[in-house]
T-cell receptor
Framework: NAGVMQNPRHLVRRRGQEARLRCSPM?????VYWYRQLPEEGLKFMVY????????ESGMPKERFSAEFPKEGPSILRIQQVVRGDSAAYFC????????????FGNGTRLTVT | LAKTTQPISMDSYEGQEVNITCSHN???????ITWYQQFPSQGPRFIIQ???TKVKNEVASLFIPADRKSSTLSLPRVSLSDTAVYYC?????????????FGTGTKLQVIP
């Protein structure tokens, strides 16, 4: 059973470009979370999605950031017009959705904005 | 929301047992306690989860007292490869994980 798959592992973008980060949850998991982590810091919640629905996007900046989890295909975190401050590691996690189901994480996408 | 408090860092020699304690005074009735391990440049890896008393798996043990206001992760006979950051999470209760916060974790350094 494959774990949570994220790609690309590393992404370099120039300021003003768009970044697209993809996440395929574990098989059977319909709940996806995106987190952002800066060096030496903990993970910060960004957005929580279920298939075709955004459940909570309270941790995501209102401008330039968007997320989706379509009926078919991976979840996508999209950052438009990237700025240097967007440089970070972005992690995706999935769960079965029951109240005691633990999160399972991918190995992240490290975004560098030059 | 249950806030967690862990030591920022710990050092241990190889072969010793390591106990990392997490305080979570306002844990809710439906909350579970979950521990994760994170290596540099990797995502957090699930270690163990419990609700009360003691849970044990092939990697670690988790001790939770009756009042559930704290928990202790026990790693038997650590090796250099156990050097990592360990996070204690409390939740998600009846909701999702969006309200569950990762603190800065405990940075464990295993010394040869």
């Amino acid at each position: 059973n494959a774990g949570v798959m994220q790609n690309p592992r590393h992404l370099v973008r120039r300021r003003g470009q768009e970044a697209r980060l993809r996440c395929s949850p574990m098989k059977g998991h319909s709940h996806v979370y995106w987190y952002r982590q800066l060096p030496e810091e903990g993970l910060k919640f960004m957005v929580y999605l279920q298939k075709e629905n955004i459940i909570d996007e309270s941790g995501m900046p209102k401008e330039r950031f968007s997320a989706e989890f379509p009926k078919e295909g991976p979840s996508i975190l999209r950052i438009q017009q990237v700025v240097r401050g967007d440089s970070a590691a972005y992690f995706c996690a999935s769960s079965e959705g029951q109240f005691n189901s633990p999160l399972h994480f991918g190995n992240g996408t490290r975004l560098t904005v030059t | 929301l249950a806030k967690t408090t862990q030591p920022i860092s710990m050092d241990s020699y190889e072969g010793q047992e390591v106990n990392i304690t997490c305080s979570h005074n306002n844990i809710a009735t439906n909350d579970y306690i979950t521990w994760y391990q994170q290596f540099p440049s990797q995502g957090p890896r699930f270690i163990i989860q419990g609700y009360k008393t003691k849970v044990k798996n092939e990697v670690a043990s988790l001790f939770i007292p009756a009042d559930r206001k704290s928990s202790t992760l026990s790693l038997p006979r650590v090796s250099l490869s156990d050097t990592a950051v360990y996070y204690c999470l409390v939740g998600p209760g009846s909701g999702g994980y969006q309200k569950v916060t990762f603190g800065t974790g405990t940075k464990l350094q295993v010394i040869p």
